[in-house]
């Protein structure tokens, strides 16, 4: 339906206006209209209500139809100019035209009037159409070239039929490097590769632009200089209205960094493919709703279900133990509701359930694919039994050893980082130095050292040393949290581990202070016990010095009232015998026997003590030899004697020649007188031998002794029988105890009342006398 | 000329000298015995020998010396008398009561002719004194000065304990 129309009128006589309105409602028409009949009204009416239409008189009193053709003309020259007028001439008629009237109708044949108005209006709306395409197709043509114009990242340029060159944008220009006049007019085979152009591709790629009005194709080309880029390029035909061929449309892009990508890409994923293929790792795509959509051979070998078997059920289903597969949908359903994945992006470690429904501890990594909508995960599964079984393994041996380590309280024993500072630290080493782990761990060492080992580089020239050979022990000063000191063991240990790498030192700490203050005291007491040695030297030298003194004054100054009193006795004797009576003269024998008792004694006595200061000799000696001496000093006894001799082999011992003579001497005396009363006497002497020492026996089968009192026998003066049964003062056997004594070796007797005696000696076979 | 033949005998202890002279005078030998009651004694006496009567003129033919005696010992008297040339020639027997061999030793080392030792038994007593007297007494001639020298252990009078 049309639009309400606006009719402006310039007319001076309204009766006419309305019989005009009345004509047009007539024909249908729908309007308003408005009556202007001076120049001014006509001029701001067509300013402020710009008509559709404009019906004018030719004649006004103060207006006239040509002035109001000639401003309508000039003013809106698309809207329609009716006359409408009671008269008018050829001439009038000719100059209507001519001032640009769309028609005229006299007021006579107003019947004329609709048609002309519908055919006047309809005759604007085209123009008016007309008019706006004209101006779309303009501005879109302008827009078209300066998007060419101005398009650097497209080659754009146009051919003509035969291929050749015809426009060139600075895209072109950029891309190719010619410039437009150096190309225009020459073949577009300019731009291909020698091989792209032997094989025709420039023909083929017109040819089909031309069969399919469009042809797309990638490519090598070339550029001005040689160089070869990958391009896309777009091919179209351009025909003109009446279907003749006019040219080409050629549209190139340089694609070389999106081939180099694509290709990249297409490397990377068979490259993926591959790792996924040989992984050693069970990989899976997992689509969101959980169900397998990708099972590599890993996945195969580790779960035990095919590709087939596995791909399109719920990973869930195949892999989770019933036992968490609640807690596994659960966490899904958490993730599908909240995008929060309690699994997403952080391995976990979980027990997995393999095809025959065993069960392992699995590695499980969940990755969401970032670019797919819905999502996608990949899932990384690892089997762990065995480092689990090694880690658990690890773990018990660090754990005994750990706890070994911290229980051992008497050693001090800690770890040090390759720069020397604690790492560890054991109870104890927390009772040796004094510091809790919590006080030590971090700092260096060298904290235990006195400031003047710190001050010589002293734990440095450990770590240094101990680094040189693997190990380092030493002994010195170390200071306690306290301030106080302890004299240490230490051994350090480099530790690397199994790279070779070196993680730092183990270090061995024993508190050593009371064996080091031992040692000292030994020291000590070893010198002291020399200065001893001599200050006792000195004492006993002077004490034998008193000795000497003794036993000469003993000698001399007791021996002289004796014999005076002998000499006098005798005098006595001698000059009053015969005024005497017989029991006097018994009392002056008893004096004089009982002064040469005392003077036997006296001798004896001093006798024994120069045997204890007399220097020994050391020399090989034959006891046969020896024996046979004593018996030859002991002949005068044996006279008149009945006695059986019985002689054993006798040993080669070392010893004092004069010192044993004087022991084989008193034995064989002492066995000689003690069997005085048998006949025939039987006299044994042997040795035996155990390896060590020579036992030498005398044996006799004389008086005997009581057992009980046979270790009183060696005493000095220690008699067991009555002197006038048997004549001696009891000093052989002590001075053959001194003797063996001073030999190193032991003596000792086995007898019997009546039973004979066996008296021993030993000598050892390596004396150091 | 002859020297009247006497003995100078050195010891401090009275009960001593009278027994020893009591022993060499024993069997009427009528020797002249001079008492020197300390070693100092017994050198005064030597080194007065030919110009004192006290001293029997000329020197003695033996002397009897004590060991142990007050002021100057016996040692020291046999040392002056070996180390003098006039009387080193005079034989000189110790007449003591130690048994102790470095006694004995020393003796000899200085040039002691003999060495006996004093026996408790008055009977052997006399004995060996006799013995002494009778021995160097009846030798006429002094040993040459080179004698004793070699001889550096003359046979020791002691009587068997």
Redesign the interface.
Known sequence: MRKEIRILYVEDVPADVVIVNHELRKAGLAFRSRRVDTKDAFLSELRDNPPDLILSDHGLPCFDGFTALAIARDKCPEVPFIFVTSSLGEETTIATFEGGATDYVLKKDLAKLAPAVVRALREAEERATLKQKEQALRESEERFRMLVEGVKDYAIFMLDPRGRVTSWNPGAQWLHGHRAEEVRGRHYSLFYTPTDIEAGRPEIGLKRAVSEGRFEEEGLRVGKGGNEFWANVIITCLRDPGGKLRGFAVVTRDITDRVRARRALEKSEALKGIILETALDAILSVSHDGLVQEWNPAAERIFGYRRDEAVGRPMDELIVPPSLREAYQDGVANYLMTGVGSLLGRPIELTLRRADGSEFRADFAVTRIPTEEPPRCTVLIRDITERKQAEAALRESEERFRLLIECVKDYAIYMLDPEGHVTSWNAGAERIEGFSADEIIGEHYSRFFAPEDVAQHKPELELKTALEQGRFETEGWRVRKDGSRFWASVLITTVHDETGRLCGFSKVARDVTERKQAEEEIRLLNTNLEQRVRERTAELEAANQELDAF??SV???L??P???I??????LQAETAKDLSEGSRQYLQTI?DS??HL??LI?AL?AFS?MGRTEMRQQTISLSAVVDEARRELRREVENRNINWKIGRLPRVQGDPLMLRQVMVNLLSNALKYTRARDPAAIEIGATDDGQESIVFVRDNGVGFDPKYADKLFGVFQRLHRPNDFEGIGIGLANIRRIISRHGGRTWAEGAVDGGATFFFSLPKQFKG | MIQPKWILLAEDNPIDAELALRALNASGAGVKVVLANDGSEALDCLNRCGTDETCGGGHPTMVLLDLKMPKVDGLEVLRQIKGDPRLRQIPVVMFTSSREEADLARCYDLGANAYVVKPVAFAEYRAVLQEVRTFWMGINELPAEDRFKRQSMPPQLVPAA
């Not at chain 1, 002998?566 to 005098?571: F, H, K, M």
């Open positions: 036993s000469y000698s001399h100054d021996r002289a004796l014999r005076h002998a000499a006098y006795v005798d005098i004089a002064a040469l003077g036997h001798d001093l120069r």
